[in-house]
């Protein structure tokens, strides 16, 4: 086993510094030296739901960058001191329908997540990078393109790809109207790719206070969806409304924005919902959901923000502070993704 330095939970909001272990290197591995991880909201929500008892530490982390330090035997794609870039999933079947189509992140017998999830050849719990090192199957690491900043390009791995993967089922473009309910870290790449796309684009945010922020994300419009009047003004307009909201909430308000055969896209707080039939009936209007991204779609996410000079809105702070960005994305504190640069572990 291979030894390195990490971050695990302690508790429900807090983790520490911790020696963990990762495997050698499989024929098909990379090692990567991570440089940069984004902190993601799930990160929160898993640190809030683990069970301490049950086992496994847990180690957060899933939208990280860096740099190859070793390759397994039978590795093709990378070289030692290449850049990639790795999400929330580190492998799949390979063999299912959704595999085949591209759709790992739907992979019949459940895609191995990046952390929390169960590694298919040795039955391990995966740790994730909020660590110095990863060890991961090639075909799961992608080229960070030329041009991207690696810090402000590590949320794209999670935040991105999971908005980009709507935006794009949906074939949004120009001539769509999209609304992006809650401007977080999703929120804000949805709203940077939306434009990019070419879309009429709108934020949904509480209150006021990132009016101006979203106007220069490339934003056409802000509505402040604790305005009653601003809500009604705009009932019956977005052709798709990608809401990232990280909270159980009632997605009625939502639905009305959606126009006729128009989608909300659940993507946010992935609990239970409760709807009422006839928001969906007055408009023939759609609920959908979806989860990260296959491997093309990934790829061709990070293509389209080389091409487009899209990254993250960063605030980046030495991994020793991650208590301290927890803490503050907890309290909605960050505009507009906290990554952990991990060079203080050595
Ligand atoms: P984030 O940076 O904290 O942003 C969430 C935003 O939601 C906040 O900025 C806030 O926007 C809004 N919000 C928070 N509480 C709210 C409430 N009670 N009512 C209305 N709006 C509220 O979080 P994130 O990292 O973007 O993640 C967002 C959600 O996506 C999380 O639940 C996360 O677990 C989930 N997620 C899902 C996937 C997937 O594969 N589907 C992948 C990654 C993350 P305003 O201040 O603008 O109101
Ligand atoms: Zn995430």
């Known amino acids: 086993m291979r030894t390195t330095t990490?971050?695990?939970?302690?508790?429900?909001?807090?983790?520490?510094?911790?020696?963990?272990?990762?495997r050698e290197l499989r024929p098909d591995d990379i090692a990567v030296r991570v440089d940069f991880c984004g902190v993601c909201h799930s990160d929160v929500h898993a640190l809030r739901t683990h069970d301490e008892h049950a086992g496994a530490?847990?180690?957060?982390?899933?939208?990280?960058?860096?740099?190859?330090?070793?390759?397994?035997?039978?590795?093709?794609?990378?070289?030692v001191g290449d850049g990639v870039a790795v999400g929330n999933i580190v492998d799949s079947c390979g063999t299912c329908a959704m595999c085949v189509a591209g759709q790992e992140n739907y992979c019949r017998s459940f895609p191995t997540l990046t952390y929390g999830g169960t590694d298919r050849v040795d039955g391990s719990t995966t740790l994730g990078a909020y660590s110095?090192?990863?060890?991961?199957?090639?075909?799961?690491?992608?080229?960070?393109?030329?041009?991207?900043?690696?810090?402000?390009?590590?949320?794209?791995?999670?935040?991105?790809v999971t908005v980009?993967?709507?935006?794009?089922?949906?074939?949004?473009?120009?001539?769509?109207?999209?609304?992006?309910?809650?401007?977080?870290?999703?929120?804000?790449?949805?709203?940077?790719?939306?434009?990019?796309l070419g879309a009429t684009t709108t934020v949904i945010s509480?209150?006021?206070?990132?009016?101006?922020d979203a106007l220069r994300l490339g934003a056409h419009s802000f509505v402040d969806s604790t305005d009653e009047q601003r809500m009604a003004e705009v009932r019956d307009t977005f052709d798709v409304v990608i809401d990232t909201v990280s909270a159980p909430h009632d997605l009625a308000p939502y639905l009305r924005t959606v126009a006729t055969d128009g989608t909300l896209s659940?993507?946010?707080?992935?609990?239970?919902v409760t709807i009422e039939a006839t928001d969906l009936l007055m408009g023939r209007k759609k609920l959908s959901s979806s989860g990260s991204g296959g491997r093309p779609g990934t790829a061709e996410m990070l293509r389209f923000c080389a091409d487009n000079g899209i990254v993250a809105d960063v605030e980046v702070l030495p991994s020793a502070q991650v208590n301290t960005a927890l803490d503050r994305?907890?309290?909605?504190?960050?505009?507009?993704?906290f990554v952990l640069d991990m060079s203080d572990l050595g």
């Open 206 to 212: 509480r209150g006021d206070g990132k009016r101006d």
């Open 57 to 79: 530490p847990l180690v957060p982390g899933h939208e990280f960058t860096g740099v190859v330090t070793g390759t397994g035997a039978e590795v093709t794609a990378f070289s």
């Open 329 to 337: 994305l907890r309290r909605n504190d960050v505009r507009y993704r």
């Open 164 to 196: 980009w993967e709507p935006l794009r089922a949906l074939r949004v473009g120009p001539d769509n109207r999209v609304a992006v309910a809650g401007l977080g870290g999703l929120g804000h790449l949805a709203v940077k790719m939306a434009v990019a």
């Open 266 to 272: 659940l993507v946010g707080y992935l609990g239970q």
């Open 6 to 22: 990490g971050w695990r939970a302690t508790g429900p909001e807090t983790v520490a510094r911790t020696q963990l272990t990762r």
């Open 132 to 160: 110095r090192e990863y060890v991961v199957r090639e075909g799961f690491a992608y080229a960070l393109p030329a041009g991207l900043d690696p810090a402000a390009a590590a949320p794209l791995l999670c935040a991105g």
